[in-house]
């Protein structure tokens, strides 16, 4: 395809920051023998709770949320019909994802050490096929591309900041427009604070390397399409 933890993120005015970094959502009780998880996403961009059933598909939904050029995302959203070994099966991909630019991925959430086998190697080469047939894309997507490094954690942490856009009628990240990269603690006074920071990297107006907590250093730029993609890999 493009083709687990850190601490707070330290930078000045840390006392702005909460200490609790998940986003808002909610999940029933996994049950002793750990199966029988159902999890509900709270989803701003869907406006509505996204079900899903495991914790990495629910870290996955981070992700789609976070992603400035995901304009929608489904769970089960369709059922296929495909061949393999002369025997008719059937698929339904964990969610579907719409980007601004009219691809369409369908998204496998497995863990790796089940992705990789023999069986489901073929299984899946198959099905990939069929949504490619249709101009789609498959992805499987694992814990070590959606729980990269710190990279899961900041996300959330970034999405738990980003305001509701009837409360925040400036966007202090399109301030910045023609400027080039540069340190957080610059970027701060620029826009006026790091919490002004904080929210442009919440909205996805500006980015940083999302694998290494924030410092006063985090290097921050204008946003890219290709940053978005990225959150996948």
């Known amino acids: 395809m493009t083709d687990h933890s850190s601490p707070t993120p330290h930078i000045p005015g840390r006392h702005l920051f909460p200490s609790q970094l998940p986003y808002h959502s909610t999940r029933n009780p996994v049950r002793p023998s750990g199966r029988g998880f159902r999890g509900k996403f709270a989803s701003r961009k869907m406006h509505r709770m996204v079900r899903c059933e495991s914790l990495l598909e629910m870290n996955c939904l981070y992700l789609a949320e976070f992603a400035r050029t995901i304009t929608a995302f489904d769970e089960q959203p369709v059922s296929i019909s495909y061949l393999i070994s002369g025997r008719r099966r059937r698929y339904t991909p964990d969610f579907k994802f719409l980007w601004q ?37 498959f992805v499987a997507l694992t814990e070590e591309q959606i729980c990269h490094s710190s990279r899961l954690e900041l996300v959330q942490y970034l999405l738990r900041m980003r305001p509701n856009d009837s409360e925040h009628g400036d966007r202090p990240g399109l301030r910045w427009q023609g400027r080039r990269a540069a340190s957080f603690a610059e970027a701060a006074q620029v826009l006026g604070g790091p919490k002004q920071v904080v929210e442009a990297l919440a909205h996805r107006d500006l980015v940083c390397d999302l694998k290494h907590p924030l410092t006063a250093q985090t290097v921050v730029r204008p946003f890219a399409e290709a940053d978005d993609d990225a959150l996948f890999v």
């Open 101 to 137: 630019d009219g691809r369409e991925w369908f998204v496998e959430v497995k863990p790796a050490e089940k992705l990789t086998t023999p069986e489901n190697n073929e299984r899946f080469a198959a099905i990939a096929s069929h949504f490619e047939s249709a101009g789609a894309r």
